[in-house]
């Protein structure tokens, strides 16, 4: 079985957001005619696409002023870190999936109102997907089972390039940029994922998206703590379908001189904040005695450390103060926190509480309202671990802007070709 693509005639169509019947009415032909441009089983007139052309473009009579620049879809959403980047250069999210309950409620608290957040991306039909000019999926990285048989063969899906990516969440990344093209994606996933399988995970998802879908590819590895006082480093890829000139390597980094400390998002506990129960509490907002080390636990993860210490690994606990740069924060941080605990004079280490990190992944920053957190303690420790650090998502959508613009500009205007030939071949 081939896969289906979409002609150029029916991308152009929905990013007028007319339907085929308006389209019908404003060209002058039947709606079975423009049913048959979109199959590409005839080719469409030349003065009907350059009317598609006309409304679809940022400057066409019927835009509204207030348009957004581009349109984007979140896939794998988590609590929306990667959005954000997205939203502040001009962009307009259509379409969210993320299929963790806790995660969604997180979501709607700070994104409420645009659409509803769908669920399990793998059970959703790429057709049902909006149009969109830019795809964003924080995808999580399962080992690959390239013989493996997923329920897509079972139910006779689509296959082909997509049988190296059967059994993984990329699979459904690939499946969507297959069947709507859009000109523009980014994709973050964690460093070991270039070295995972001694290479040959990322070779197959590079293979994918460039031999496969067409794809222009720059990735690149950013460490958070550029950013935020982290030690994070996550691979971002980012894919054009037409060449803009995009380079990873024109993004420039903070001065090291400017990277930040934990000062930046501890609690100051001296009253020049607000208390914010259950976090701190008191008239100096001083931090909630719950998130001290019981005496057990601190005489556990001391023992573990001095016994793995003696063995010569360097497993153990990551204490730190306010002049430091804490360990990447892991989802695991609700179990115990060991990897980030807060000094604390006279008294026994503390995890952080979920408002300082919020702040230390970049959900929280001073010139915005806080982030809302409206979930458990162990939901809020698991969501803050498994995000993005957003300062840098918007340092690389900053960079990425002047080229999606011209993507979608390109996009638009790269339809005299209505009929493709792979799409006639796979439609035919």
Excluded at 131 to 144: I, S
Excluded at 323 to 336: E, F, G, I, P, Q
């Amino acid at each position: 079985m081939t896969v289906t693509l979409k002609t150029n005639f029916a991308r152009l169509r929905e990013k007028t957001g007319l339907s085929r019947e308006e389209v019908a009415a404003r060209a002058g032909y039947n709606v079975r005619t423009i049913y048959r441009w979109e199959a590409g089983e005839t080719r469409p007139r030349k003065p009907v696409m350059e009317m598609l052309r006309t409304l679809a473009t940022a400057d066409g009579a019927t835009k509204p002023a207030n348009t957004p620049g581009f349109r984007f879809i979140d896939l794998f959403a988590g609590i929306g870190g990667i959005r954000i980047g997205f939203d502040a250069i001009g962009g307009q999210c259509v379409f969210t999936s993320e299929w963790d309950q806790a995660c969604r409620k997180t979501y709607q608290a700070n994104f409420a109102g645009d659409h509803p957040i769908e669920g399990d991306i793998t059970l959703i039909d790429e057709q049902e997907i909006p149009e969109h000019d830019v795809l964003l999926a924080g995808f999580p990285c399962q080992p690959f089972s390239i013989a493996g048989v997923s329920k897509k063969n079972a139910l006779g899906r689509p296959h082909g390039f997509l049988d190296n990516t059967q059994g993984t969440l990329f699979f459904d990344v690939a499946r969507i940029l297959a069947w709507h093209r859009p000109p523009v994606f980014l994709l973050e996933n964690v460093k070991n994922l270039l070295g995972h399988d001694r290479g040959k995970t990322f070779k197959v998802i590079r293979d994918t998206l460039t031999k496969e879908l067409g794809y222009h590819v720059e990735t690149r590895v950013i460490n958070g703590k550029a950013f935020t006082p982290q030690n994070r480093e996550r691979i971002f890829i980012a894919g054009f379908r037409q060449d803009t000139g995009f380079r990873f390597d024109d993004l420039v980094l903070p001065d090291r001189a400017d990277w930040p400390t934990m000062k930046s998002v501890l609690h100051p506990e001296n009253g020049s904040e607000e208390a914010e129960p259950p976090f701190t509490e008191g008239p100096k907002a001083g931090v909630n005695g719950k998130y001290t080390l019981s005496e057990k636990l601190w005489d556990y993860l001391q023992g573990y450390a001095k016994k793995h210490r003696e063995k010569g690994n360097g497993f153990g606990f990551g204490l730190v103060g306010p002049d430091d740069v804490a360990r990447t924060l892991s989802a695991r941080y609700y179990k115990d926190g060991s990897e980030i605990l807060i000094r604390q004079v006279r008294k026994r280490p503390r995890r952080m509480t979920p408002r300082e990190c919020a702040r230390l992944m970049g959900f929280d920053q001073p010139d915005r309202l806080p982030f809302q957190i409206p979930v458990s303690d162990t939901q809020a420790y698991k969501q803050f671990g498994n995000a993005v650090v957003v300062p840098v998502v918007e340092a690389v959508a900053g960079l990425m802007r002047p080229h999606i613009e011209q993507a979608v500009r390109n996009d638009i205007r790269q339809s005299e070709l209505p009929l493709e030939p792979a799409a006639r071949a796979a439609n035919g």
